[in-house]
């Protein structure tokens, strides 16, 4: 998985011309697919306009670049079909089914070999947390809607968001882990000797 801010000033490079034809400014959604559809292209300066590239013709994502065939795959953005549907995301608000307010959409993840949205982060004033995209009932400009409160979202921590897209460091992760763990056992071991006693009162004599 791909976190969408990572793609954001990526170079996009032709194979075939083995130019750079202009950096991501933007992805866009299509709401009803529930994917990246389209990246808005420009350049360092803002100089000669803006661009698309289907999500379609791109053949690689990495770090550092995302590639694609060759040159004549870019199109203006008035060639892009049904323009006034497509969603920009990041910044819309997030509204459960019952009217309660979750937060905003800071990021989201999706899947590079396809574009298909994998989850959303929502930010609210202390938390952030992960929701998976089969629990959105609306993907809209302005706000999305789902059917799970944010009383049932898990806040997460920095380390768990890199699980959610881009894989992390693993030392990191091994950390985190270690750190979870650590918390469990302390707080369970003494839980369990008490258990253990109150079973076993005369196992010492």
């Known amino acids: 998985m791909k976190k969408a801010k990572e793609l954001l000033h990526l170079p996009i490079i032709s194979i075939s011309e083995g130019k750079q034809l202009g950096i991501i400014k933007d992805l ?118 789902t059917n799970e409160s944010s009383s049932e979202m898990v806040p997460i921590l920095e380390t768990e968001e890199q699980f959610g897209g881009k894989t992390g460091n693993k030392s990191n992760k091994k950390d985190a882990l270690k750190g979870m763990l650590n918390e469990l056992i302390l707080n369970e071991l003494p839980k369990l000797n008490k258990l253990n006693n109150e079973k076993d009162p005369d196992s010492d004599n």
């Open 28 to 145: 866009i959604i299509h709401p009803d697919e529930k994917s990246v559809n389209y990246l808005i292209l420009g350049q360092d300066d803002w100089q000669g306009g803006l661009n698309a590239l289907s999500y379609d013709m791109v053949v690689g994502v990495g770090d550092s670049a995302v590639m694609i065939e060759q040159k004549n795959s870019i199109i203006g953005l008035d060639d892009i079909p049904f323009i006034n549907k497509m969603v920009p995301l990041i910044g819309s608000q997030v509204i459960t089914r019952g009217g309660e307010h979750s937060g905003v959409i800071s990021d989201y993840y999706f899947n590079e070999e396809n574009g298909h949205l994998e989850s959303l982060l929502i930010h609210s004033a202390n938390n952030k947390f992960f929701l998976p995209i089969e629990n959105v009932l609306y993907l809209g400009k302005e706000r999305v809607i």
